[in-house]
């Protein structure tokens, strides 16, 4: 019989099973998510310092950089990228649009519907960024072996197969 705990209102909540026989699988799966996680904070904290805190407050620079992938696209899409609340969204692309970073245009198949796209100068920034990180992920691996490359390079392929299947 499986074990169940109490809700706080009192319901009985069936315990998730362990997957024991792959927990060091899983155990190094979230070292690296972490691992990766933190490198992505600490360069995009230091893309921003570095070369756009004069110029744009850090949250919409990193939210910016979340919808560079994405871009063009609608409200929704900038909600489900970002996390953002509709309100909290429709806010953020009002100060992108007037740090000149993004632009809106009236999508031609449906006028209730605006299209967010970047404007020439938040092209220019997130090229700039993306040479960056180029560089910055270059730096950590340019030193490694060629056969340990292209096990990362497989590895990584595959997990992002995997990531995608389970959008």
Not at 16 to 21: I, L, N, Q, Y
Not at 59 to 68: A, S, V, Y
Request: glycine content about 4%; some cysteine; proline content about 6%.
């Amino acid at each position: 019989m499986a074990k169940t705990r109490r809700s706080p209102a009192g319901t009985p909540v069936p315990a998730v099973p362990r997957p024991d026989g792959r927990l060091d699988r899983i155990d190094i799966l979230k070292k690296m998510c972490r691992s990766l996680e933190v490198r992505r904070r600490d360069f995009l904290e230091s893309a921003w310092r570095d070369l756009y805190a004069d110029e744009l407050p850090q949250q919409q620079f990193i939210h910016l950089m979340m919808l560079r992938f994405s871009l063009p696209c609608n409200l929704n899409r900038v909600m489900a990228v970002t996390g953002l609340s509709s309100a909290g969204a429709s806010i953020l692309v009002n100060k992108l649009v007037q740090f000149g970073l993004l632009e809106r245009h009236d999508d031609p198949a449906d006028r209730r519907n605006v299209i967010i796209s970047f404007s020439p100068k938040g092209e220019e920034m997130c090229r700039d960024v993306e040479d960056r990180l180029n560089r910055f992920i270059y730096g950590f691996f340019q030193r490694r072996p060629e056969a340990e490359l292209a096990a990362i390079e497989q590895a990584s392929r595959i997990i992002c197969r995997v990531l995608d299947d389970d959008i």
